[in-house]
């Protein structure tokens, strides 16, 4: 059985694959300083719920963008599986995608792994929403290479700054409003963050397409990307699974 592991910025995804499909998956608060021993105990215990061991995983893929804890996600590879993990991003890893940008060792791993999920399922030119601690709109063409995109401060980002910067601002939870005209202090921030990032994904969208001259289709994934579904005009498919697809791809593609 293959672990995948997607370690972003704020939050970390496990998901194991038992050769057919994705059987189990858990995500965990990203944190540098948490070792092989604790992710070990803590993964062991969710797998035991599923009646797996982690004697049962034979193989690991790793995509992390965080350098700090990579050391100590190939010791839980290495000391717990057995395995030396495939790590997204090292030499010799073939990830299949032809990285069109001026600098192609700046593009995130992550990034390029979500090309190649979505290659897989969708055809000709594509736009990939990806939310998450920053927002990413990354373009890939037809003939599946990845030509660059736009990077934005994701919404809880946002949110976060709004309150820590505005003493007599609360914390609020990221929730769609029943109206956008606000009626009080937290109705008038949940309209803003909400339909502020609805309309920064829409006209960011709309920018990319009229510059980029042709039909693209517009796949929105990540963390927070299901709280958009019927509000953005220019999200067309919501997949939650880009990544761990893009993933399990790169593994087969490398395994031999």
């Not at 004697?55 to 010791?75: A, K």
């Not at 401060?153 to 409003?177: F, K």
Request: with cysteine.
């Amino acid at each position: 059985m293959l672990l995948a592991i997607d370690e972003g910025n704020t939050n970390t995804l496990f998901a194991v694959h038992d050769g057919k499909g994705w059987i189990a998956q858990w995500r965990t608060a990203t944190h540098t300083t948490r070792t092989a021993d604790e992710y070990a105990v803590w993964l062991s215990a969710l797998l035991k719920m599923e009646k797996l061991a982690l004697s049962d995983l034979t193989d690991c893929i790793i995509s992390s963008v965080v350098p700090q804890s990579l050391f100590n996600l190939r010791n839980l590879s290495r000391r717990y599986i057995g395995v030396q993990p495939l790590v997204i991003g090292e030499p010799g890893v073939e990830l299949g995608v032809e990285v069109r940008i001026d600098k192609p060792s700046e593009a995130g791993a992550d990034r390029l792994v979500n090309a190649v999920g979505c290659r897989i399922k969708y055809d000709g030119a594509l736009i990939i929403v990806d939310s998450g601690t920053a927002t990413t709109f990354d373009v890939v063409s037809a003939d599946g290479a990845f030509e660059g995109g736009i990077i934005a401060p994701g919404i809880n980002l946002s949110m976060q700054a709004l309150h820590t910067a505005a003493a007599q601002l609360p914390r609020i939870a990221i929730e769609r409003p029943v109206r956008v005209i606000g009626k009080n202090t937290v109705g008038a921030m949940k309209s803003g963050v909400f339909w502020g990032y609805i309309d920064l994904i829409d006209g960011l969208v709309t920018r990319i397409r009229e510059e980029y001259g042709e039909p693209m289709t517009v796949i929105g994934t990540g963390g927070v990307a299901s709280l958009f579904e019927g509000a953005s005009r220019t999200i067309e498919h919501y997949d939650p699974d880009v990544t761990i697809r893009g993933l399990h791809e790169i593994w087969n593609r490398n395994r031999g």
